[in-house]
Structures are given as C-alpha cells and as structure tokens.
T-cell receptor
Framework: AQKITQTQPGMFVQEKEAVTLDCTYD???????LFWYKQPSSGEMIFLIYQGSYDEQNATEGRYSLNFQKARKSANLVISASQLGDSAMYFC?????????????FGSGTRLQVQP | NAGVTQTPKFRILKIGQSMTLQCAQDMNHNYMYWYRQDPGMGLKLIYYSVGAGITDKGEVPNGYNVSRSTTEDFPLRLELAAPSQTSVYFC??????????FGNGTRLTVT
C-alpha cells in the first residue's frame, strides 16, 4: 500500500485565491511527522511546513497552513492568497516514528499552476 | 553557510561506466540520505546513514553503493551505469527529527 497518496496530479488556481492540495497517509505508528515541500521548476526542494502527530493545533507558516485530520489520516496543504511564484510541484512526505532512519517517504506530488 | 553541497550538477555517462556523486554538509548533521527522482515522480530513498561509519539500504539500493567515513561526506557510487539510473539525485541531511535539508541535485543521464 502507498504510504503517501497525493491524488491530484495537477491543479490550477487563480492568483490571490486559496487552494488546497490533498495528502493522505498510511501508518500504524502513533508517533509520526508530516511535511510539505515545494519544488519549483529550478529543481530545488524547499521545506514549507511540518505537523507532528501529537500536535493538537494545525501548523501554520505564513500563507501556508496544514489541515491535519488525524482520524481521516489526511494532511492537506492550504495556500492562501496564491501568487504566481507559487507555481511549482508540491510534495507531501511522512517520517514514521518507529524507524531509526528518520528518512522521509514522499508522495508523487501535485503540480500547481497559478494563473494571473 | 553552504548547507548541503552536491557535485557535479550534471553528468552524462555511457552504459557500463562508473562514477561517484559527491555530497557534503557543513551543519554537523548525523543523518544523511540519497534520493532519486524520476521524471514526474516523487523521491525514492536509495541509501541513508545515521552517522559516520553506519549506512543502510533504502527502497531502491540496487546498482548503488555508499560510504560514510566522516560526518560531513556521504558519496554515492554508481557501478556499471544503466539507462534505468537516468534520474535526478538528491542528497539530504538532518538532525534527528527536523526537516531534511536538500542539496540542489545532480542530473544524471545514462546513454
């Protein structure tokens, strides 16, 4: 089974509108972390936001927020007031608590295009 | 502050050739990782290391080898390159539970 599922290969949003990128995950661990990364066309991986499984409040970082629904095993990224520079690939990733390696497992990504 | 430095940025190999992708970090992170990203896909873990002298396989280790003789360096060795190894390779590092810091990637083509 896929550990991280991103069901939206591509999304369009109008500039200044909000957009939600979906992510569901699968783990039997009680302790885990969820991450979102942005990959612009230049190729680098940029960390956006983190949510721990025990965090009671949804994480926020500027225009980014993470809509964490633990019972549904979803960790959707919400980008408010989209900007043209938000056009990029977005990856959801998970770190499971019981493995010692601390590696992240990535989803297949969502390509977001912001239209003027 | 250099962060994670990968060299080279680009490389073209012929089938059967070997090469080493270099990765160095100056943040004193214990954990280091190698991922590959095929076109239009997410990242898959090749190898990782939890500290100097300790390495282990990830999801897709076949055709690769690593070593970790120092905290700073984590080179990835490709032996007998194959077209299936055409990909973008990312090195990353982290302290224990923090986000991964990525290098800018090496784009490798095997023809």
């Amino acid at each position: 089974a896929q550990k991280i599922t991103q069901t939206q290969p591509g999304m369009f949003v109008q500039e200044k509108e909000a957009v939600t990128l979906d992510c569901t995950y699968d783990t039997s661990d009680q302790s885990y972390g969820l991450f979102w990364y942005k990959q612009p066309s230049s190729g680098e991986m940029i960390f956006l936001i983190y949510q721990g499984s025990y965090d009671e409040q949804n994480a926020t970082e500027g225009r980014y927020s993470l809509n964490f629904q633990k019972a549904r095993k979803s960790a959707n990224l919400v980008i408010s007031a989209s900007q043209l520079g938000d056009s990029a690939m977005y990856f959801c990733a998970m770190r499971e608590g019981q493995t010692g390696r601390r590696a992240l497992t990535f989803g297949s990504g969502t390509r977001l295009q912001v239209q003027p | 502050n250099a962060g994670v430095t990968q060299t080279p940025k680009f490389r073209i190999l012929k089938i059967g050739q070997s090469m080493t992708l270099q990765c160095a970090q100056d943040m004193n992170h214990n954990y280091m990782y190698w991922y590959r990203q095929d076109p239009g896909m997410g990242l898959k873990l090749i190898y990782y290391s939890v500290g100097a002298g300790i390495t282990d396989k990830g999801e897709v280790p076949n055709g690769y080898n690593v070593s970790r003789s120092t905290t700073e360096d984590f080179p990835l060795r490709l032996e007998l390159a194959a077209p299936s190894q055409t990909s973008v390779y990312f090195c990353a590092s982290s302290p224990s539970n923090s986000p991964l810091h990525f290098g800018n990637g090496t784009r490798l083509t095997v023809t």
